[in-house]
């Protein structure tokens, strides 16, 4: 008679040590209230997704689908992204951050995630850019996310387009950052602008402690003699500029974010993992970039 009973109780007690061993080795990722693949995630090596996650429902979080392949030897970066015109939505730059993402990037968007062919409404801050840093931080220390021991916290890029490149400059001088991307953006002199963009005045620039790639959409960009003005001005850390002649939209609704991606991702690639063969695009006497038909550039403190 107590075997009949003992089988059966050392079974259950079996089940529960092993239930709990997998919870142990797969960490809870009931924190993502929606997500989709845009396009077909990426040209990168890491397909991404984009979704929103409760614990952050004011972001947008872009990252490779398979988390699987990192941790100790292989961590993925944290880019932080600012919308143009400041917007509240990653709307217009989905195709670019994606791509970004899947060569194996944590990029955080401001601004909850749109749903497929959504245009989203709403001001953003530039503190929201420092909500991101601080998010991604607190989730590689966090036992119970899927991002835990995932992520390198000492390499972290704040990056924007437009009204979204003033936010980046804002935030830049923050000790955390390790580069940052301006894209068709640049200080408007007196600190005038529209209502609602920050109000920087060029002497901010002296504020920058890394190094710094502005991203301009060539003389009919409307922010080109502003971020050529302040390429001018930057001469105590390695700059380098970029225009292609597309105007102030650049390429990010292209498919994978066009032009734009390639190159910011490059840096991207260079800066936070370390990539001496992306980062000869933007290095040597003339760079790699020099040479492509479409891009005009010209760089300072770098080798």
């Known amino acids: ?156 890029a704040v990056s924007g387009m437009s009204c979204g490149g003033l936010q980046t400059l804002e935030v830049a001088p923050d000790p955390r950052v390790t580069t940052a991307v301006v894209c068709n953006s640049g200080i408007i002199g007196n600190g005038g602008g529209m209502p609602g963009m920050p109000g920087l005045t060029k002497d901010h620039l002296e504020k920058l402690h890394t190094p710094t790639l502005y991203l301009l959409g060539g003389e009919s960009d409307i922010a080109y003699n502003n971020g050529m003005d302040d390429y001018k001005r930057i001469n105590h850390v390695p700059v380098f500029v970029a225009n292609m002649d597309v105007g102030h939209g650049g390429t990010y609704r292209q498919p994978h974010g066009g032009e734009f991606a390639k190159v910011a991702t490059a840096w991207f690639k260079w800066q936070l993992k370390g990539d001496e063969d992306a980062g000869k695009l933007f290095t040597g006497n003339p760079p790699q970039l020099s040479k492509s038909t479409v891009w005009k550039v010209d760089k300072k403190n770098l080798p």
């Open 1 to 156: 008679m107590k075997r009949i009973f003992i089988i059966p109780v050392v079974l259950v007690l079996a089940g529960i040590i092993i239930q709990n061993s997998l919870s142990a080795q797969e960490p809870d990722s009931s924190k993502i209230s929606a997500q989709r693949v845009v396009e077909d995630g990426g040209t990168g090596v890491y397909k991404a997704i984009m979704y929103t996650d409760s614990s952050l429902s004011t972001h947008t979080i872009f990252r490779p689908e398979d988390l699987s392949v990192f941790g100790k030897k292989k961590k993925l970066q944290i880019i932080a992204w600012g919308n143009g015109a400041c917007a509240n939505s990653p709307w217009e730059h989905v195709n670019f951050l994606s791509e970004v993402a899947s060569h194996g990037f944590l990029t955080i968007a401001i601004g909850p995630m749109p749903q497929e062919g959504e245009r989203g409404s709403g001001r953003s801050s530039s503190s929201q850019l420092l909500d991101a840093i601080d998010w991604a931080i607190a989730q590689n220390n966090d036992k119970s996310s899927t991002l835990y021991k995932k992520i390198d916290i000492t390499k972290i």
